[in-house]
């Protein structure tokens, strides 16, 4: 089932999938009441579901859909990336996060994955999750630095290729290092592979 209240959208995507071998699409709507009626009615495998709709946004038709349907699966296809929105989605109880600018192959596999039971993230979607720690959230800046720590560089070196004085690249690293509780520097770039802030 698609939910979202744009039906060019809708249009689109129910053409693109119901291309896709194994998937049909059974139901669509534009607003969280008909969704929910509708998943009464077909009790479609995966449902996507957009954040913004008319009167009842997607987080509350998520948490209604659940308190009635536990057993309903839904991918949130969307194009916010805030934090909150997808912290707020997860814990609502969807099984995956998308963002609208995803490829069509890797939406059919998220679509296949949240079928099997799995919990897909975006690409894009985890690189964001993977800046938020329990002491804030990882500045543009901050991930930044992070990548020129890793390349071994003094504060004075970064300062300079970032054009900003050794005491605010300073600044920059002690807050990387706060916020990751890292001991030290090699430790932070650790942990930056770990959330996969950096690649190899």
């Known amino acids: 089932m698609l939910v979202d209240d744009h039906a060019v959208l809708r249009a689109g995507l129910a053409n693109l999938l119901n291309f896709e071998p194994g998937i049909t699409v059974v139901a669509e709507a534009d607003d969280g009441d008909t969704a929910r009626q509708l998943w009464r009615q077909h009790r479609p ?45 997860l814990q609502a109880g969807a099984c995956g996060y998308v963002t609208k600018n995803i490829r069509r192959a890797e939406l059919v596999d998220a679509i296949r994955a949240v079928h099997a039971g799995g919990r897909p993230i975006g690409e894009h979607v985890a690189r964001l999750l993977a800046t938020e720690t329990p002491h804030g959230i990882l500045s543009r800046r901050e991930i930044e630095v992070l990548g020129l720590i890793r390349q071994g560089f003094t504060n004075a070196e970064i300062g300079r290729l970032l054009g900003i004085a050794e005491r605010t690249a300073k600044a920059h690293v002690a807050a990387l290092l706060a916020k990751l509780e890292a001991a030290d520097r090699a430790e932070a770039v650790a942990r930056g592979f770990e959330r996969g802030l950096l690649k190899v």
Not at 51 to 79: N, Q, Y
């Open 45 to 89: 495998d995966v449902t996507l579901l957009d954040l913004s709709l008319t009167g009842t946004d997607g987080i509350e038709t998520l948490r209604l859909l659940h308190a009635e349907f536990p057993e309903a699966r839904v991918l949130m296809l969307t194009s916010s990336e805030a934090h909150e929105d997808i912290q707020h989605s």
